[in-house]
């Protein structure tokens, strides 16, 4: 299942990139997620590895593209999806346009159920980028 998501930011793209690149920010706005922490030594980059607790359920995300105020992509990996989140990011004045493209892949029994939470998937992703901007903005 593919789904997309996109806010515009009033804050520069230097300031924002870094913000969402760094997976340790996200508890801070996803509602999704408790807890996350870096396994590899900085700098944050392609191959930087997170654990993350997301839904109650450990994942690992590692950084597999990583062009710093363009564009970072994750691959995380949980028992029940695999998700592939790609973030652009593009100057919008003076702010930022942030647009992101997810693509999940589910696993087992969550297969059969994904068609179902389907909607409440696609409502999801927007209200976590709304969460991003309001935390974005207040940095």
């Not at 793209?13 to 996803?30: G, H, I, K, Q, T």
């Not at 839904?55 to 970072?72: F, K, L, S, T, Y």
């Not at 389907?118 to 709304?130: E, G, K």
């Amino acid at each position: 299942m593919k789904v997309r998501a996109t806010t515009a930011i009033d804050q520069p793209v230097s300031d924002v990139f870094p913000l969402m690149a760094d997976n340790r920010n996200e508890p801070r706005w996803n509602s999704n997620l408790s807890d996350s922490e870096l396994l590899t030594a900085e700098p944050i980059g392609v191959g930087s590895r997170f654990r993350a607790v997301y839904r109650g359920q450990e994942c690992i995300a590692v950084i597999a593209e990583h062009e710093p105020d363009r564009v970072v992509t994750f691959e995380v990996d949980t028992k029940q999806i695999d998700i592939t989140g790609k973030m652009s990011f593009s100057p919008a004045g003076s702010g930022t346009q942030l647009d992101g493209e997810f693509d999940l892949r589910p696993k087992g029994v969550m297969r059969a159920m994904l068609p179902l939470l389907a909607p409440l998937v696609r409502r999801d992703f927007p209200r976590q980028f709304t969460n991003f901007k309001a935390f974005a903005e207040q940095r």
